[in-house]
């Protein structure tokens, strides 16, 4: 049982490149996030799928989309990565999105150059 | 204390002291409330959590204290130990909504 799984874990980009950040649940979980943690700034949520075959924006989408595969799996896209994209990414999945706590993996580390 | 976009407050405490980590949040409609802890090159992890119709929330050596008039939130932690040290971050929601606010977190050292 490996929870809430992302890779890469590191990442380096030049500005422009694109790339997809990958997460995968195995907890049977319908609703599932991207969020990025900056220094002081805690977590921003960027999207969100509610459930299979939903997304939504959160605070901070520009400059990302995301597709969610199927229950199991939520890609978050950086189409032309920019040096403002350079941050720790977090997937998280939730059991119910009415108050419920968040279950995170362990973080895509991404340098844009 | 702990605001949210503000600078990391830092607390640092004795192992085996209590510890007591502040946080004020904004939004007058949350009516949920969490606390994660999050160690270094980790994802944050859940800690324990408080509906709005509680006022006192304990775990293992955690307890969790909202005051609803003053919007704010407290984590206190028992006999805080070196494994204790980490960032910690409040989280507010509210009923049928998806998306979670964090506080900017605060920054936990124990010293041996």
């Known amino acids: 049982n490996a929870g809430v799984t992302q890779t890469p874990k590191f990442q380096v980009l030049k500005t422009g490149q694109s790339m997809t950040l990958q997460c995968a649940q195995d907890m049977n979980h319908n609703s599932m996030y991207w969020y990025r943690q900056d220094p002081g700034m805690g977590l921003r949520l960027i999207y969100y799928?509610?459930?299979?075959?939903?997304?939504d924006k959160g605070e901070v989408p520009n400059g990302y989309n995301v597709s969610r595969l199927n229950k199991r799996e939520f890609s978050l896209r950086l189409e032309s990565a920019a040096p403002s994209q350079t941050s720790v990414y977090f997937c998280?999945?939730?059991?119910?999105?009415?108050?419920?706590?968040?279950?995170f993996g362990s973080g895509t580390q991404l340098s844009v150059l | 204390g702990e605001s949210v976009g503000l600078h990391l407050p830092t607390l640092s405490v004795q192992e085996g002291d209590n510890s007591i980590i502040n946080c004020a949040y904004s939004n007058s409609a949350s009516d949920y409330f969490i606390w994660y802890k999050q160690e270094s090159g980790k994802g944050p992890q859940f800690i324990i959590d408080?509906?709005?119709?509680?006022d006192k929330r304990q775990g293992q050596r955690v307890t969790v204290l909202l005051n609803k008039t003053v919007k704010h939130l407290s984590l206190q932690i028992a006999a805080t130990q070196p494994g204790d040290s980490a960032v910690y971050f409040c989280?507010?929601?509210?009923?049928?909504?998806?998306?979670?606010?964090f506080g900017a977190g605060t920054r936990l050292f124990v010293k041996a």
């Open positions: 998280a999945t939730q059991t119910d999105p009415t108050n419920e706590k968040l279950f």
């Open positions: 408080i509906r709005s119709n509680m």
């Open positions: 799928s509610a459930s299979e075959g939903t997304t």
């Open positions: 989280a507010e929601s509210h009923t049928g909504g998806f998306k979670t606010i």
